[in-house]
Nanobody, 125 residues
Framework: QVQLVESGGGLVQAGGSLRLSCAASGRTFSTYAMGWFRQAPGQEREFVAA????????YYTDSAKGRFTISRDNAKNTAYLQMNSLKPEDTAVYYC??????????????????WGQGTQVAVSS
C-alpha cells in the first residue's frame, strides 16, 4: 500500500511557475513508476508526465513538453512536477499516481494503482 499526498498548487498568473510535490508513504516508493495527471472541470483526467522507477526515463504529453519537468527523489520518497510558462489552459486539479506496470509510460490512468487526493492549480490570464 502506498499513500500519496500532493502539495504546491495555487493561483498563478500566466507565464508563472509552480512546483508540485508528491510525498509517498512507505519504503517501496522506488519500486513504482510515477505519473502526474490533471483534470479540468467537465473534462476527463489526462496524462501529463511520467517517470521511471530510477528516474532515468521521463515522458510527457505534447502540451507539457518544454514547459514541465518531472523528477523524483527516491531517498525522500517524493516526486515533483516543475511547471513553467503556465497558461490558463493548464488550470486543473493535478494528481500524482503510482504504477507497477511496465507500460506506465503510455499514460493510461488504468495503469496506475495508487492516487493522491489532488492539488488545485489555477492560472489567470
Amino acid at each position: 500500500q502506498v499513500q500519496l499526498v500532493e502539495s504546491g498548487g495555487g493561483l498563478v498568473q500566466a507565464g508563472g511557475s509552480l512546483r508540485l510535490s508528491c510525498a509517498a508513504s512507505g519504503r517501496t516508493f522506488s519500486t513504482y513508476a510515477m505519473g502526474w495527471f490533471r483534470q479540468a472541470p467537465g473534462q476527463e483526467r489526462e496524462f501529463v508526465a511520467a517517470i521511471s522507477r530510477n528516474g532515468i526515463s521521463t515522458y510527457y504529453t505534447d502540451s507539457a513538453k518544454g514547459r514541465f519537468t518531472i523528477s523524483r527523489d527516491n531517498a525522500k520518497n517524493t516526486a515533483y512536477l516543475q511547471m513553467n510558462s503556465l497558461k490558463p489552459e493548464d488550470t486543473a486539479v493535478y494528481y500524482c499516481a503510482a504504477s507497477n506496470s511496465g507500460s506506465y509510460y503510455r499514460g493510461s490512468p488504468g495503469l496506475y494503482i495508487y492516487w493522491g487526493q489532488g492539488t488545485q492549480v489555477a492560472v489567470s490570464s
